[in-house]
């Protein structure tokens, strides 16, 4: 005897049900949260220091971090940090220290997972194999190698092992971001309030040149041709302000030796302070992106600032962005428009 179609029907949206349940049931598991307690968090290594060394920070004399699209390395001279000895940049000793003492704290937590291929889950895939981890080196002054980790972040958890490890575990405490080589940076090479600053002068490379001021009684945005301009009408009162205050919003994204520049330099920008000090800032337009070099003059008796800047500043090249450049190379017919001038009679 045939079964009825419609039994039929029925049997088969069943059967696709079931099977649909199944599926999802099964991708649930194949995608279960690595963050969660996972069999293995109960290895005998959970709750043991990840370094064992008493004194790290006095110990370590080299850093490397090793990423899939960029190396880096810090070096220790004496009390002081610097990038890989190849640029010999200092970098911020309140980074490296919180590095040390993150470390020296560090311990292992919970044991995660032993499957390689779910490392690039919670950020551990080798780096030297395009992985999104973050691999970090440690060596002694005589090059010995004290540690090698693999280090990686999944919703603000941080996750480790060991180099040479197929086993991954959740971290217990912190440490500073390692994938950005230029985070290390000490970048506080000058800093000079807007309020601070009293006129600027303006030479964009063509011949031209144009002194900017403080309008008298002005806000802190106001500035006017000088006196040597007369005649000279403001674009706006923006167009002057943004070049006048454009050593004020100095920020580097990255630095080089300034004798490996390429190119002849674009411009120069002249900033006044109402104390007498004097940065000046050329521009340059390198192959590899834009860039200023900055020195600085104090007519006063200590001249303590100028020469505290050129020493952070003093033979280096400071790449920044576009729009940052921009502010030290504005054409001035982008500021002020200056009367025709007649031609001479033959």
């Known amino acids: 005897m045939s ?78 940090w610097h990038m890989d000895s190849a640029l010999g940049y200092p ?58 980790l693999i280090l990686g972040r999944r919703d603000r958890r941080l996750y480790l092992r060991n180099t040479a490890e197929n086993l991954a575990f959740q971290a217990e405490g912190d440490l500073p971001p390692l994938q950005a080589r230029h985070g290390w940076m000490d970048f506080e090479v000058i800093a000079i309030m807007p309020s ?9 490379g063509n011949g031209e040149r144009l002194h ?22 403001l674009v706006s009162g923006l167009a002057a302000a943004t070049p006048a205050l454009a050593l004020s919003r100095f920020s580097p994204l990255d630095v080089k030796p300034a004798s490996e520049l390429e190119t002849e330099r674009v411009a120069r920008h002249v900033t006044l302070t109402k104390d007498g000090l004097e940065v000046v800032t050329d521009a340059f337009e390198e192959p590899d992106g834009y860039y200023l070099t900055v020195h600085a003059v104090e007519a006063d008796e200590g001249a303590r600032r100028a020469a505290d800047i050129n020493a952070r500043a003093e033979g280096w090249a400071f790449r920044v962005s576009r729009f940052d450049w921009a502010d030290f190379v504005v054409s001035i017919s982008d500021i002020v428009e200056r009367p025709l001038v007649d031609a001479p009679d033959d």
């Open 212 to 233: 900017l001021v403080r309008k008298a009684n002005g806000g802190p945005r106001d500035f006017i041709p000088g006196p040597a301009h007369p005649g000279e009408r």
């Open 91 to 148: 970098v911020r000793l309140d980074q490296v220290g919180a590095l040390l003492t993150g470390l020296s704290e560090l311990s292992w937590g919970e044991a995660k997972t032993a499957d390689p291929r779910k490392f690039d889950r919670i950020g551990l895939a080798d780096p030297d194999e395009g992985g999104n981890g973050a691999e970090l080196r440690l060596f002694d002054e005589s090059g010995n190698r004290i540690a090698g």
């Open 196 to 204: 601070a600053i009293e006129g600027a002068v303006l030479e964009p």
């Open 3 to 80: 079964v009825p179609s419609f039994v039929r029907r029925a049997r088969i949206r069943r059967l696709i049900g079931l099977g649909a349940v199944i599926l999802v049931l099964l991708g649930l598991i194949g995608l279960q949260d690595l963050t969660s307690r996972a069999p293995i968090d109960s290895h005998p290594r959970s709750g043991s220091p990840v370094l064992s060394q008493e004194d790290l920070a006095s110990e370590v004399a080299r850093i490397e971090v090793r990423l899939a699209d960029d190396r880096y390395s810090l070096v220790r001279s004496g009390e002081s």
